[in-house]
Antibody, heavy 123, light 111 residues
Framework: QVQLQESGPGLVKPSGTLSLTCAVS?????????WTWVRQPPGKGLEYIGE???????NYNPSLRSRVTISLDKSRNQFSLKVFSVTAADTAIYYC????????????????WGPGTLVTVSS | QSVLTQPPSVSGAPGQRVAISCTGS?????????VHWYQQFPGTAPRLLIY???NRPSGVPDRFSGSKSGTSASLAITGLQADDEADYYC???????????FGPGTKVTVL
């Protein structure tokens, strides 16, 4: 059973860059899945950030596209997220998840999640 | 402001049936896009509950069921139990926005 684990600094200064890594175990990041980042501000709902395929293709939430980069490291079986020019509004729990491709449906779903990591943007 | 609408909260007594609606538009659910549902307990990550409108992953009790019609979807919980108290989110894809979207979430309370 695949497991995911987020890691990275829990505190980032305003205007800085938020950098997180998601380590995948129990499965290969080169499998026929996409890999995604979702965030949740404290006490609020879920927000899709973006996703990356095993070949490095990416899709991003249009509202974040200009400030976000998702990348893949096959040698370490992990993928990463960078959010640039952060503000207090980027304070959230960040989750990484595996995306299962809907071969007989129309919309992919997120079937395995990491426990999440809280990132606070503050000086 | 999400393009999917859910009631902020629903409640029911143990053993009762509750239903959570997820209302969208012609650019998401009404466009034929599937709806998935997630369950989230406080302090934990979301868990996939229903995928492809009606399907349950292995390990999800059959007390949970999903349906979809037109521009809306619904999650029903029958035989409500105390440990069903959680937040529930619907998810789909919006063609106008060009990405996945989540509903705002519904808190289920067992009276």
């Amino acid at each position: 059973q695949v497991q995911l684990q987020e890691s990275g600094p829990g505190l980032v200064k305003p205007s800085g860059t938020l950098s997180l890594t998601c380590a995948v175990s129990g499965g290969s990041i080169s499998s026929n899945n996409w890999w995604t980042w979702v965030r949740q501000p404290p006490g609020k709902g879920l927000e899709y950030i973006g996703e990356i395929s095993r070949n490095g293709a990416t899709n991003y939430n249009p509202s974040l596209r200009s400030r976000v980069t998702i990348s893949l490291d096959k040698s370490r079986n992990q993928f990463s997220l960078k959010v640039f020019s952060v503000t207090a509004a980027d304070t959230a729990i960040y989750y990484c998840a595996r995306v299962t491709i809907a071969t007989s449906g129309t919309v992919d779903w997120f079937d395995s999640w990491g426990p999440g990591t809280l990132v606070t943007v503050s000086s | 402001q999400s393009v999917l609408t859910q009631p902020p909260s629903v409640s029911g007594a143990p053993g009762q049936r509750v239903a959570i609606s997820c209302t969208g538009s012609s650019s998401n659910i009404g466009a034929g896009n599937d709806v998935h549902w997630y369950q989230q307990f406080p302090g934990t990550a979301p868990r996939l509950l229903i995928y492809g409108n009606t399907n349950r992953p292995s390990g999800v009790p059959d007390r949970f069921s999903g349906s979809k019609s037109g521009t809306s979807a619904s999650l029903a919980i029958t035989g409500l139990q105390a440990d069903d108290e959680a937040d529930y989110y619907c998810q789909s894809y919006d063609s106008g926005l060009g990405g996945y979207v989540f509903g705002p979430g519904t808190k289920v309370t067992v009276l």
